[in-house]
């Protein structure tokens, strides 16, 4: 077995006096915006593995018992929920399902916004339309972050976002339908 590097830390945490080890943080960041279920499910055991092995090097030390083991999140909470093992689960986005959260498949093959519908949108007004065909919209980078994706349109069937500047979307219309200028557009994020 491979050497835990928590149990120095652990360690130097049972040596200090006005200190408690109290549980491990176990959150699985990558694994959030894994779009298969069985891909989540699987790098879910593996931690579950990992984790387990931290526990045992710590009972080594005398930490042993119950104690917090938290994380999870919006895109693999089931799979923790149901391990048993984590105590604590760090789910948020389901209340708001941003867009690209919405792209994960249950186990059941669903989209998770199936599940936990979109409650929060970015509400932009469309400025201009220009002559390549381009609709621009007051929302940036001010606005919205990209760090998963451009937001999405929501409201406007055939339009895409294309990209942004600090305070404008730039979207590009399928079709030529509801882009009237000062009409209101929903993104998702």
Known sequence: PRES???????????????NFTGLH???????HVRSWEQRRFNVELAHGYINETLAALATIGISGPMIITGAGTGSYDLE???????????GSYVFMDADYAKNLDR????????????????????????????????????????????EVYDLEGMQTFG????????????????????????RR
């Open 164 to 187: 942004l500047s600090d305070e404008h979307c730039r979207i590009e219309p399928v079709s030529e339908a509801g882009w009237e200028t000062f009409r209101k557009v929903e993104h």
């Open 81 to 91: 929920a149901a391990s048993g093992l984590w105590t604590e689960l760090q789910v």
């Open 26 to 32: 176990a959150y699985l960041g990558s694994n959030q």
């Open 5 to 19: 590097p928590v149990v120095p830390v652990a360690q130097t945490i049972l040596d200090a006096p006005n200190l």
């Open 108 to 151: 059941e093959g669903r989209f998770l916004s199936e599940t936990f519908p979109n409650s929060l949108f970015l509400l932009t007004t469309i400025m201009s339309k220009n002559d390549q065909g381009w609709i621009v919209t007051d929302g940036g980078l001010k606005a919205s972050s990209v760090d998963s994706g451009l937001p």
